[in-house]
């Protein structure tokens, strides 16, 4: 085996507030490969985000508090000081933001910005930067680049916008490129032009990239692997094709079953998961999802799941449901899903 690009191990993020302590990440544990995709899923509050910005030293919050492991190319980046860590944001370690017009800065070119960057990290005449900038708006798809390198972000569509952000974000070719819901606010054919770009880039430039998204159907064509999250903590890790084959969390069959599907008899209503994630002040002493869940029983309510193989050994999830049961619970989930139950 091959030393990991990335590992998270037992990764804790905590907010001291005036109601008590916000456990927004509860022990992750991964493992990424170079030029592996994950797909991280789950609802808003799920921990996603929070991770990420912890693991790159981007949360500024005299409140928060940060442990575990987070070790990129063996070297931890939560024991690293600003300085060190700022001179592998961007080279190394890239990351795309949710919302690209509140991440672009409003009075500079996003030439200038493209350039900034390269220029921050590379010792480069700027002449140079800006040609490698224009370079990459046309790599990202963006018509007349020499002409549009001097606009500044208002004058891109939302598409554009985040186009520019890739652009950025792959400058100076970093090894890992998180991507933070990239393809929010955006309608459907613009998604699919933006996830196919990002695979395409993935492959030109050889980075692993961590997909992170609410939406799990938007992972299906893209990741090795996918990793769904609840509540600050993994409830389900498996490769792809596996998890769409045979998922075994109730919150993944939830989190499935709430995508229209385009195959098979269409559905008489599209499911939803009832209720709202819990508090991550004062979270059930079981399993988090039980209050949500139709399928849960005494043991619930009593015992936290770890993240453990039950399926196979590279399935891992955290459900107490026994095999047959699961079964049998998530085959009445899926006829109930098409309006036979």
């Known amino acids: 085996m091959t030393e990991a690009l990335l590992e998270l191990r037992g990764l804790r993020v905590s907010f001291r507030t005036e109601q008590g302590l ?87 070119s996003v030439g200038w910005q493209i350039a900034e960057q390269i220029r921050t990290h590379e010792k480069v005449p700027k002449r140079a930067a800006q040609r490698r900038a224009v370079e990459l708006l046309e790599s990202v798809g963006i018509p007349d680049a020499d002409r549009r390198v001097g606009d500044y972000p208002h004058q891109f569509s939302g598409g ?42 993935r492959v030109d430039v050889g980075a692993a990239v961590i997909l992170i998204t609410h939406d799990i159907g938007v992972v299906a064509g893209l990741a090795d692997r996918v990793m769904v999250m609840y509540a600050g903590r993994a409830v389900e890790r498996a490769t792809t094709l596996d998890l769409f084959d045979r998922p075994q969390h109730p919150y993944t069959w939830g989190l499935m079953g709430s995508v229209p599907r385009l195959d098979g008899d269409k559905p008489k209503r599209l499911a939803a998961i009832p209720g709202q994630p819990p508090s991550l002040i004062s979270l059930p002493p079981g399993c988090s999802f039980a209050p949500r869940c139709p399928h849960r029983f005494e043991a619930c309510d009593l015992t936290r799941p770890a993240l453990e193989a039950r399926a196979s050994e590279s399935h891992l999830d955290a459900c107490l449901l026994p095999a047959d049961a699961r079964a049998a619970a998530h085959a009445t989930q899926l006829a109930a899903a098409r309006g036979e139950g």
């Open 22 to 108: 916000v456990q927004a990440v509860d022990g992750l544990d991964l493992t990424l490969q170079s030029g592996e995709v994950l797909g991280v899923v789950g609802e808003s509050g799920s921990g996603k985000s929070v991770s990420m910005l912890a693991l790159l030293g981007l949360i500024d919050d005299p409140n928060v508090e940060i442990e575990g492991e987070a070790l990129f190319r063996g070297r931890d980046l939560l024991k690293m000081g600003e300085r060190e860590l700022r001179g592998l944001r961007g080279r190394r370690v890239s990351m795309i933001f949710q919302d690209p017009m509140t991440s672009l800065n409003p009075v500079y």
């Open 160 to 201: 554009m916008r985040q186009r520019v952000m890739i652009a950025m974000a792959l400058s100076c070719s970093p090894e890992l490129l998180i991507a933070d819901e990239p393809t929010t606010a955006l309608d459907v054919t613009i998604q699919a032009q933006i996830l196919e770009l990002l695979d395409s880039l």
